[in-house]
């Protein structure tokens, strides 16, 4: 569904994204995984359209669409979820979750937003109230929440997990599950390795803008070269972890 080939894209005269080349089939989460800094969300955001690539191509169903404007690629179904709970916070959580919708039939979108509202029921909750008035793991619910009434056919999902505590994780994660059993393609950028991998089909490490691994997701579980290559994972996470707790 998703084919990338020999990508090489940054930002100006910066390069970033060297030969990067993965695909991704439907009903499939590819789990990118890396230290900060080595190109994953430019990976995202050069398939997506938001950077221009300097090389190499993106298939999205056969058609090659790296080159092409942002809003063309979405419309054609291809959804990119930002990292940093991203809503239009003077709307209601009603309005956002329709604002996703708008190329849906309306059958269609009730359905799925009712799926996504039981899913996460502080939603439904504050379905009257403005975005601004969530915390950010319910903005981050809600982006998810725009992006399935959507229905699209590949997600691009950059580190949903960003700030939240543990506990909000479970309903998220169980979201991006049930829509790759839909036959969503879905690319995911994600700090939670201990998480993330159950759910994934496979996983890309990024080391210094090239995939330097990857496998099964049972691979890289057992492989001891990811703790060492994610930034010390061991410590990061407990680090992470602190910080939540305060």
């Given at each position: 569904m998703l084919e990338?080939?020999?990508?090489?894209?940054?930002y100006g005269r910066l390069p970033i994204l060297r030969d990067v080349s993965l695909t991704v089939a439907p009903g499939e989460i590819v789990l990118v995984l890396g230290p900060n800094?080595?190109?994953?969300?430019?990976l995202?955001?050069?398939?997506?359209g938001f950077i221009r690539p300097s090389a190499g191509s993106v298939h999205f169903e056969g058609i090659e669409i790296s080159g092409h404007a942002p809003e063309e690629i979405a419309q054609g179904g291809l959804r990119f979820v930002f990292e940093g709970h991203r809503v239009f916070p003077e709307l209601t959580v009603a309005d956002n979750i329709r604002l996703g919708g708008m190329l849906s039939m309306k059958g269609e979108f009730e359905s799925r937003s009712e799926r996504v509202l039981n899913l996460f029921p502080m939603l439904r909750q504050k379905y009257r109230q403005p975005a601004r008035d969530l915390s950010g793991g319910q903005q981050q619910m809600l982006a998810l929440s725009q992006a399935f009434v959507a229905k699209p056919r590949i997600l691009l999902c950059d580190e949903p997990s960003l700030g939240l505590a543990q506990a909000i994780l479970p309903p998220i994660f169980e979201l991006l599950s049930m829509w790759a059993s839909e036959g969503t393609g879905i690319l995911i950028v994600e700090q939670y390795v201990d998480v993330a991998l159950p759910i994934a089909t496979r996983g890309?490490?990024?080391?210094?803008?090239?995939?330097s691994l990857q496998g099964s997701s049972?691979?890289?579980?057992?492989?001891?070269?990811?703790?060492?290559?994610?930034l010390g994972l061991d410590r990061h996470m407990a680090i992470h972890r602190r910080y939540l707790s305060l």
């Open positions: 990338v080939q020999g990508l090489f894209s940054g800094g080595v190109g994953k969300t430019t995202l955001k050069s398939i997506a890309l490490v990024m080391e210094n803008g090239m995939i049972l691979e890289l579980a057992g492989n001891p070269r990811i703790r060492q290559i994610y």
